[in-house]
């Protein structure tokens, strides 16, 4: 009998334990497909924040810290010819991108202001530093209607191509997607650094991303 008893009280304990953990929020994370805002700035009682929006589940909002957001290698691209593509990279080489339209099979990645109030607007976004595998450029760009490319942010250091400060800032309540573009296969570190330009003009903390390609 009392064998059973303790074996009991182990079994109630292990599956207490497992309980606990299956229940508790995970402290890292692998984002892989779906809707994620990555630069998901928000503003409350008098602080500005940068951390990652998911929307399954809903308006989860995940610190940066700990979470990988990830490109399989199937995302490759070919750049294509022309000089508006330039500081993208060379015509016909293979950049992984996470693109700015939704593909189920792969990141859908944007920029989210509307916790932002008006009065606190636009939002000056900077890159402050990339850490990247040999060879591997970050670049952030949308394309219009006509397939043009604009670029927002890019590490490339050809002439003429790095951005490190969003050009015209981010106007406050925008919801918005671009390219998400790498050079190479490997671990990237992005920092980024976001401040109000309306109001008191509030920073926020610097706050690194890993996106791993491959």
């Not at 330039?86 to 700015?100: D, E, R």
């Not at 509307?114 to 060879?135: F, N, T, Y």
């Not at 190479?184 to 309306?198: D, E, H």
Request: hydrophobic share 40%; proline share 6%; charged share 10%.
């Amino acid at each position: 009998m009392r064998l059973t008893k303790r074996l009991l009280a182990v079994i109630v304990a292990v599956t207490a334990a497992v309980t606990g953990l299956a229940a508790a929020p995970a402290s890292a994370a692998t984002i892989e497909t779906g809707h994620v805002d990555v630069l998901d700035i928000d503003y409350a009682n008098g602080a500005l924040t940068l951390d990652i929006r998911t929307y399954n589940p809903a308006n989860d909002d995940l610190s940066p810290v700990g979470t990988t957001l990830r490109l399989p290698s199937s995302s490759a691209i070919t750049v294509p010819t022309g000089s508006a593509w330039n500081c993208l990279g060379a015509a016909g080489s293979t950049v992984y991108v996470a693109p700015q339209a939704e593909n189920a099979n792969l990141l859908w990645a944007g920029w989210n202001t509307q916790d932002v109030p008006a009065d606190q607007g636009p939002i000056k976004m900077e890159l402050v530093s990339v850490s990247a595998p040999a060879g591997g450029r970050f670049t952030l760009y949308t394309t219009n209607a006509f397939g043009t490319p604009t670029y927002r942010l890019n590490s490339n250091t050809a002439a003429g191509c790095p951005i490190s400060v969003w050009p015209g800032n981010i106007s406050a309540g925008t919801h918005a997607h671009g390219n998400w573009a790498f050079s190479a296969l490997g671990i990237y570190t992005l920092t980024f650094k976001a401040t109000t330009q309306g109001g008191s003009g509030v920073a926020s903390p610097t706050v690194s991303y890993t996106v791993q390609v491959g």
